[in-house]
């Protein structure tokens, strides 16, 4: 969890977008929702016409006063002021509940779009990028962008009532009007000035949330660790530097705008003061009547108040664009795995090939050096090696995981960069290490494997892994419940699950990463039977930890360095004295005792000979 101390930095695929580009990315969302955006637009002009009117009105009552009597204005100005308070409280009304559904709308396609990317990257993307960050974008970031996206609909109002009230004025006086707008120019200037300086600012604000949001979630999955070693004192710390770093981030970006209002808000009564000066001039001349400065000072009043809302609001719409680079940076973000061609894949035999396949996790940094091996159709193939040999790196480029660096992958004869990606790992079911189980029930974790099966394909699938017995000790059978990655199952349990769900999808290509290395003896030969019976008639490729995997295998790959250095059967190899004998002697041999003396006497005189040299 020290990464996430390391500071407020950008993750490796972040990018900076112009306000043009997010504009234009963003303005298609509602294009496709043009109704709605017609009758927010309605709503927001009749709202601004309606709050202009009122000044309008104001204005020619005070000039019948000076004519007349004041009674003469009060009925229609207290009237006309319900009126125009009441046509612009019905739109706004309806002006905020279209808002509402429409931002809706987009935000849930906004998050569509995220987890969509999220779903096509590769595995290495999920090797760089913690969990809780990359939630962050979806959640976090889509919500704050739902923000920008109310407040410039709302503003569209704000900036039409300044048009409007601009025009006003301008009838009135245009020397008054005149210097209202070299104001508003001034004014619109410092705000874009400041625009860079707060978008930096909120970024690192959304970061550090982010950060927070990854710590919280990798603690939380580690809970049990921080228990068992007593570090929460120091767990609860690293929360308290991680919010501390978003303090800080929040405190700067506070400062920043308390900073910038104050000033617009001097910047708007400098402007007061000249309107009166120069107007209160004209009145004494008879340039301008009571009424029509009346108007002007009221309108000029309702003009001042958008233009600072507009500045008010900046420290929300800075951070809902900041939002909107995150997310779209993570849409923009291309797989590591690409593929040169979509050939349909309807089904297949399951020949694997090898051809001098190069591969790193990082390009300094290579796993397999010229890799040559051919996994033929229906073979069940294991492949054992010491820690980092290469053994899990060859089936994550099966399952196209990873992208290879260099030599040629083959899939019954086919390149698998031109193979149809989904269709292609529609054939393939992996058995991991370790299992991970959604919440809901058993059957609905085994039915996962194939979308749309029946109840009765999934019992099927339940009994034919060890004769379903194994069901017999859930609690309620298929109809247990399972929590989050399936903790209130065993291992052994959790594994038989997702060897039923293997059995379900009925793929070509069988991918084990020693399923049987974290169960107790009697739930290992459970699932070895289950094995068994996933593996029949399939090309099947195992990371072999465990004797009985190995022995049961047709074939037994020994990798080191990268690179295949034997293959062979158990007691050949076993007699050939070399790299496996000593793999052999270090990890497998202890764990079945029993079987020296059986693999002396079926391996013959070499047999023996081996055995004998390994023995301490």
């Not at 202009?52 to 006309?80: I, W």
């Not at 990798?559 to 496996?580: F, K, N, T």
Request: aromatic share 6%; net charge negative.
């Amino acid at each position: 969890m020290a990464h996430i101390l390391d500071g407020i930095s950008a993750d490796s695929y972040d990018r900076s977008y112009g306000d043009r580009e997010l504009l234009r990315r963003i303005a298609p969302m509602f294009a496709t929702k043009v109704r709605k955006v017609v009758l927010v637009a309605f709503c927001v002009v009749g709202a601004a016409a309606a709050g202009a009117a009122f000044p309008l009105l104001a204005a020619v009552v005070v000039d019948t006063a000076d004519r007349d009597s004041v009674e003469r204005g009060v009925l229609p100005l207290v009237a006309g002021a319900l009126a125009t308070g009441l046509v612009a409280w019905l739109l706004t009304l309806v002006q905020q509940r279209v808002i509402g559904t429409l931002v809706g709308d987009v935000v849930l396609e906004m998050r569509r779009r995220a987890f969509a990317a999220v779903l096509r990257q590769d595995m290495g993307f999920f090797d760089e990028q913690s969990s809780g960050s990359v939630a962050s974008r979806i959640t976090s970031d889509t919500q704050a962008f739902a923000t920008l996206a109310t407040l410039t609909l709302s503003l569209v109002g704000q900036v039409l009532m300044i048009g409007l009230l601009l025009v006003a004025m301008f009838t009135i006086n245009v020397l008054l009007a005149l210097v209202t707008l070299l104001v508003s120019v001034v004014i619109v200037l410092v705000s874009l000035a400041f625009r860079w300086v707060s978008r930096q600012a909120s970024r690192q604000q959304q970061r550090s949330l982010a950060q927070i949001t990854a710590y919280v979630q990798e603690t939380l999955r580690g809970i049990a660790v921080a228990r068992n070693f007593q570090r929460e004192e120091s767990t609860n710390a690293g929360l308290t530097e991680a919010n501390q770093r978003w303090f800080r981030a929040t405190v700067r970006l506070n400062r920043l705008f308390s900073g910038i209002f104050p000033l617009l808000l001097t910047l708007t009564g400098l402007g007061t003061v000249l309107v009166v000066l120069l107007g209160g001039a004209r009145i004494t001349s008879g340039e301008l009547t009571a009424g029509e400065w009346s108007l002007f000072l009221e309108a000029l009043t309702l003009f001042w108040f958008p233009l600072t809302s507009i500045a008010s609001f900046w420290n929300q719409f800075q951070q809902g664009l900041a939002a909107s680079e995150r997310i779209f940076a993570l849409i923009d973000r291309e797989p590591g795995v690409r593929q040169s061609g979509a050939r349909a894949v309807p089904e297949l035999a399951g020949r694997i090939e090898f051809r001098g396949v190069d591969f790193g996790y990082a390009a300094d940094k290579p796993v397999l050096r010229g890799l040559d091996l051919e996994i033929r159709s229906g073979e069940t193939v294991a492949l054992v090696g010491h820690t980092g040999a290469g053994k899990s790196s060859i089936i994550r480029l099966i399952t196209r995981s990873y992208e290879f660096d260099g030599g040629r992958l083959l899939v019954d004869g086919r390149d698998i960069r031109e193979l149809d990606l989904d269709e292609y790992r529609s054939h393939l079911g992996i058995v991991p290490q370790s299992p991970f189980l959604f919440s809901g029930t058993v059957a609905e974790n085994i039915g996962f494997g194939k979308p749309g099966a029946t109840d009765e394909e999934i019992l099927a699938a339940a009994r034919s892994v060890a004769d379903g017995d194994w069901l017999e000790q859930l609690p309620a059978g298929l109809a247990t419940q399972t929590n989050e990655g399936g903790r209130n199952l065993s291992a052994g349990q959790r594994q038989l699950v997702v060897l039923a769900r293997v059995m379900l999808k009925d793929p070509s290509i069988l991918i084990l990463d020693e399923a049987t290395s974290n169960v107790d003896p009697l739930t290992e030969a459970q699932v070895q039977e289950g094995l068994d019976a996933v593996s029949k008639d399939r090309t099947t490729v195992v990371v072999a930890h465990r004797l009985p995997t190995v022995r049961r295998a047709d074939r037994i790959v020994v990798v080191d360095g990268g690179r295949i250095v034997e293959q062979g059967d158990h007691h050949s190899l076993l007699a050939a004295g070399g790299r496996y004998a000593e793999l052999y002697d270090h990890y497998f041999r202890h764990q079945r005792p029993d079987f020296e003396a059986e693999e002396a006497g079926e391996a013959g005189e070499a047999g023996k000979e081996a055995a004998r040299v390994l023995q301490p």
